[in-house]
C-alpha cells in the first residue's frame, strides 16, 4: 500500500498544473483551474460560481465553454491516476498471492487490469 506523500507524488505527476493549464496556443489561468476544482470539490458547477461571484461582488468567473474544457482536463488527469493506482495495486496483490490459489473470477480480473 502506498504512503499518502507516494500517492500526493503520484497526483503532482499526472495533475501537474502546467500540463493541465496548457490548452493548445494558450494556458488557462490557474485561478480559474483553481476555480473549477473549488466548485467540484462543492458538488457545484459553473452557475454555482456565477452566484459567488455576484455575491462576493467579484468579476464574472470563466465562460461555461471554458468551464467544461477545464473541468474535462482535470477528468482526465484524475482518471490517469485512478489507472495507474489500479493497476499497481493489482500487480502487487499478484504478488503477494503468488503461489496460492486464486479463483477463476480473481484470475480474469487481474488479467483484464494488467
Known amino acids: 500500500m502506498k504512503t499518502s506523500k507516494e500517492v500526493g507524488e503520484i497526483v503532482d505527476k499526472h495533475l501537474d498544473l ?3 493549464l496548457k490548452s493548445g496556443k ?15 470539490s ?4 459553473h452557475s454555482a460560481l456565477q452566484k459567488f461571484a455576484m ?3 467579484c468579476p464574472p468567473p470563466m465562460t461555461r465553454k471554458n468551464y467544461r474544457k477545464i473541468l474535462m482536463k482535470i477528468h482526465r488527469a484524475a482518471h490517469e491516476v485512478a489507472e495507474e493506482s489500479m493497476a499497481n ?3 502487487e496483490v499478484k ?13 480474469l ?4 487490469w494488467v
Not at 494558450?26 to 473549488?38: A, G, L, P, S, Y
Not at 462543492?42 to 458547477?45: F, H, K, N, Q, V
Not at 480480473?109 to 483484464?112: E, G, K, R, V, Y
Open 89 to 91: 495495486a493489482a500487480i
Open 42 to 45: 462543492l458538488g457545484r458547477g
Open 18 to 20: 502546467e500540463s493541465v
Open 26 to 40: 494558450k494556458k488557462d489561468k490557474e485561478i480559474n483551474v483553481r476555480m473549477v476544482t473549488f466548485a467540484r
Open 55 to 57: 455575491h462576493s461582488n
Open 95 to 107: 504478488k503477494k498471492m503468488q503461489g496460492r490459489d486464486l479463483d477463476t473470477d480473481t484470475d
Open 109 to 112: 480480473a487481474f488479467s483484464t
